[in-house]
């Protein structure tokens, strides 16, 4: 806005220009000054001629950003999203690995139970140590499974699972009765067989759980 006024005020139209390429651009515009008899034709070109040398002559102004924002930078954009997704991706690790150093042996043993009813055989593998060791007393060392892989595959073969995958017109369910937790490592389980909704004859039974450091099941018998 200086230059404008410059320009209409007195003859000196380029003393803001500090360039040699702006003083080269500005040099053909000037004219003999204005009188006051000038046409209004004469004093819309000069005030044209006054605002291209004001830009001309203040370069940064011509650069600046519309409405005072700033260009965006897709390489920075693209970065901040990267690094979002890294934060996100470890936060969910962790917040993973929380929830099972934080639960109880009551109830890991009692989501082992939930995922059993489920037929859902990778959530029982979520709760299991990578070395559980799984035992059936009465059956005796034939039913021990040593490691997750073991475990899983062994219980692809339970009657439950089997009926599931042969779509067999009946239901089976591990009652929880009951549980006792020392409350720190150990939980014993008192249960019961369902079939249909309806308790299966001779089907009670006694079951103890340990969990290691991680809130993992590490031996179920």
Known sequence: YASLVVLNTCWKPFSLCTTARSKELCSPCVE????????????????RVALCAAVLCRPAL????????????????????????EIDAELATLEVGHR?????????????YDA????????????????????????GESTICRGKAAFSGA??????????????????????DKVACDGQKSVGVEWHVEVDGKPFPLSRGLSLATTNAE???????
């Not at 809130?215 to 018998?221: A, N, P, Q, T, W």
């Open 116 to 139: 059993f009813n489920a037929r859902d055989g990778r959530a029982v593998a979520d709760l299991l140590a990578d070395d559980v060791v799984y035992e059936d007393l009465l059956l």
């Open 62 to 85: 011509a650069l600046a950003p519309l409405n005072g924002v700033a260009p965006v930078k897709t390489d920075r954009v693209a970065e901040l999203r990267r690094q979002r997704a």
């Open 32 to 47: 003999s000054p204005p009188s006051c008899c000038s046409s209004a034709m004469g004093r819309g070109r000069r005030r």
């Open 155 to 176: 219980l692809e073969w339970h009657p439950a699972f089997v009926s599931k995958k042969l779509n067999l017109p009946f239901d089976l369910q591990l009652i929880v």
């Open 215 to 221: 809130g993992k099941l590490e031996r179920v018998v």
């Open 100 to 112: 099972h150093a934080t639960a109880t042996p009551k109830q890991q043993i009692r989501a082992l």
